[in-house]
């Protein structure tokens, strides 16, 4: 099994489900202090790969967590591309 060690003081995180999944996302320092965290498996990239893959290894068991470098979860597609594109093109055919 894959163990990882993330530095605590350089990102802020969040917990869903009993602490099986951690979201962790560049910024500033977490208020909660110093120290290291080990996870069995780290994903990179909260996008539509990387958050299924962090659910999938959290309800298999293992104590996961998802890095996402921007300031929001979900990636190009959910906050830029696909999703957005989508929703602004039906709205300007309900305009038009």
């Not at 995180?13 to 996870?39: A, P």
Request: one cysteine or more.
């Amino acid at each position: 099994m894959l163990s990882q060690v993330v530095p605590w003081q350089r990102i802020t995180s969040r917990c869903f489900n009993s602490s099986r999944i951690v979201l962790l996302r560049n910024g500033s320092s977490s208020s909660s202090g110093g120290g290291e965290q080990q996870f069995d498996l780290v994903v990179i990239g909260s996008g539509p790969g990387g958050y299924v893959a962090a659910i999938k290894a959290a309800q298999l068991g293992l104590k996961t967590a998802c890095v996402e470098k921007n300031a929001t979860y979900g990636g190009t597609c959910l906050n830029v591309g696909c999703i957005p594109s989508k929703a602004m093109l039906h709205n300007s055919h309900l305009f038009h």
